[in-house]
């Protein structure tokens, strides 16, 4: 058995692998591109959602002191208003008193009061 090469059918079977070894070596390059690309959006995710994380710890305790500074606000005006509501009787309680020392004209008690003419007196 003595076969014959065909020098064309070499060099073209030859080129072809050349070829096909190029386009694996071009997509190891781009796989490795990819790899990397995907790599570096990982490496970017992870600290954008590390910045989140932060940022979402901030407004939690910013939450958390407004909550204590609304309940703190609130007993205060629970109290001014307690205070108001104590002065405001005691304002109400006064002005009972002073119109109960206050003597009252009225028709049954005008006779215990003096009149007195002011004609009359100036010219004394």
Do not use: W
Request: charged share 30%; glycine share 2%; hydrophobic share 30%.
């Amino acid at each position: 058995m003595n076969a014959s090469i065909d020098p064309d059918l070499v060099k073209t079977v030859q080129k072809e692998v050349n070829a096909l070894r190029n386009d694996i070596d071009q997509m190891a390059f781009e796989e490795e591109v990819n790899r990397e690309n995907v790599k570096k959006v990982l490496h970017d995710s992870h600290l954008v959602l590390e910045q989140l994380r932060k940022r979402v710890a901030l407004v939690e305790h910013e939450q958390g002191v407004i909550k204590q500074d609304q309940s703190s606000l609130c007993e205060k005006v629970n109290t001014t208003q307690d205070q108001i509501s104590d002065v405001q009787q005691r304002v109400s309680y006064l002005e009972d008193q002073q119109k109960s020392n206050k003597p009252q004209i009225n028709y049954g008690n005008l006779n215990n009061f003096r009149m007195y003419n002011c004609r009359t007196t100036r010219g004394k």
